[in-house]
Nanobody, 122 residues
Framework: QERLVESGGGFVQPGGSLRLSCARSGSVFSVKRMGWYRQAQGKERALVST???????ISADSVKGRVTISIDNAKTTVTLQLNHLNPEDLDVYYCFLEIREYKFSTGYVELWGQGTPVAAPS
């Protein structure tokens, strides 16, 4: 069974940088996308940035120019770097994985990490 382990986050200063990693474990037929979403309290979960194994990326307009997303050669770990943080970036970040489980699966399965909060120091 696929499992996602998130790391990074915690307390960050506005104006600073954030680095998040997500590692998947398990065996799947293929990975379609991997990346990060975020959710503010009382709001829907929203895209931050995702990447395909080939390296194609999609990012939210609010982070373009500030975000870098990468995937390792083994296609098991995705890393997000977000610079020049503003207060709107302080949310709970969720790792996202979209996979085809088996060769003859008819669709894709979406998996989520448990979420890692990013907040300013009090």
């Amino acid at each position: 069974q696929e499992r996602l382990v998130e790391s990074g986050g915690g307390f960050v200063q506005p104006g600073g940088s954030l680095r998040l990693s997500c590692a998947r474990s398990g065996s799947v037929f293929s990975v379609k996308r991997m990346g990060w979403y975020r959710q503010a309290q009382g709001k829907e979960r929203a895209l931050v940035s995702t990447i395909t194994p080939r390296g194609d990326t999609i990012s939210a307009d609010s982070v373009k120019g500030r975000v870098t997303i990468s995937i390792d050669n083994a296609k098991t770990t995705v890393t997000l770097q977000l610079n020049h943080l503003n207060p709107e970036d302080l949310d709970v970040y969720y790792c996202f994985l979209e996979i085809r489980e088996y060769k003859f699966s008819t669709g894709y399965v979406e998996l989520w990490g448990q979420g890692t909060p990013v907040a300013a120091p009090s």
